[in-house]
């Protein structure tokens, strides 16, 4: 009888699962993930620089700090979800407003240095709509607008299957709202930005007289008068620059991430009883508002990750 030897007697080892790799980089924060192909987040870290001060170098070390996440996986790629504009194609993230060290910087040759795998870079708005469609509220539907609240403002938009705005292309958070507002950071007056962030909120609250504890949840928590009368301007201004993607796209479901979280019942109402009052026209889906069940700003995560799959 021939013997078989006993390697030749196992079956082959299943292939390993696949793995994705996903990077946020905003204003003062890098996050890196790994993730599976169903969107659950296996490993994460960040860091965080000085967005005003930082060099390119400290740009590199922040991101050297984070890289490390993915040693050990074997991902399929990495996305990268940017904040400012991005040119995708490069691999460059051309200009953040608030971040003079990011102007130029070639963020894609950087990590896959890092790393040793193959990066994509898009602008976070156009990312942060790819997670929900791939593993968010979206999925199934053919239209619908992702939103972020917070220090990082903007909002995505899949109309009839496809992300609208070009590669690298806005969030919306320099739409004008107001003619006469406040100057931007990019210059301009009156954007939504300055209005619907948290810089707006916490100055809005210190004016109010209402302390030092100004964050969202802090208002909210409050239940008096005041503190509910700054939460429900927040709240509009937030859907100033929603009522524009209504009258334009009427994507009938926006799914709001980030701060917005925090708002609560009455927050999420206020935002969705302004949008059903601007539905122009007979037949329109009514809009509806959902709060994204991820952790706060995995959105971006989840898009990075949606990045990788659509180009597998």
Not at 112 to 121: C, E
Not at 154 to 177: F, I, K, N, Q
Not at 275 to 293: C, K, Q, S, T, Y
Request: charge should be neutral; proline fraction near 5%; hydrophobic fraction near 45%.
């Amino acid at each position: 009888m021939r013997l078989v030897p006993e390697a030749a007697q196992r079956p082959p080892a299943p292939p390993a699962p696949r793995r994705l790799g996903a990077v946020e980089l905003v204003p003062g924060r890098i996050g890196a993930a790994v993730l599976s192909t169903a969107g659950q987040v296996l490993d994460r870290t960040e860091s965080r620089y000085d967005a005003a001060g930082a060099t390119p170098a400290d740009i590199d070390r922040a991101l050297a700090q984070v890289a490390g996440v993915f040693a050990g996986h074997e991902v399929q790629g990495i996305g990268v979800a940017a904040a400012g504009l991005v040119d995708p194609l490069a691999g460059l993230i051309l200009e953040v407003n608030d971040v003079p060290a990011l102007h130029g910087y070639p963020v894609t040759e950087r990590l896959a240095a890092l790393t040793g795998t193959g990066v994509r870079v898009e602008h976070r708005a156009r990312l942060q709509v790819l997670g929900d469609r791939w593993f968010g509220a979206g999925r199934g539907r053919r239209t619908f607008a992702s939103v972020s609240t917070g220090e990082v403002l903007g909002v995505g938009v899949l109309y009839d299957g496809e992300v609208l705005a070009p590669p690298g292309g806005r969030s919306g958070a320099h739409m004008t709202v107001s003619a006469s507002g406040e100057r931007c950071t990019c210059g301009n007056r009156g954007c939504w930005k300055t209005l619907a962030t948290t810089g707006w909120l916490r100055a809005r609250a210190h004016a109010a007289g209402l302390g030092e504890e100004t964050s969202l949840a802090a208002l909210v928590r409050r239940d008096d008068a005041l503190a509910g009368q700054v939460v429900e301007e927040y709240a509009h201004n937030l859907a100033l620059g929603l009522v524009n993607v209504q009258q334009l796209f009427a994507p009938g479901l926006f799914i709001l991430h980030g701060e917005a979280r925090e708002g609560g019942e009455r927050f999420r109402t206020v935002v969705e009883e302004r949008l059903r009052d601007a539905v122009a026209f007979a037949g329109a889906e009514l809009p509806r508002v959902l709060v994204g069940a991820a952790a706060v700003d995995d959105v971006a995560l989840l898009g990075g990750a949606g990045l990788v799959l659509s180009h597998l």
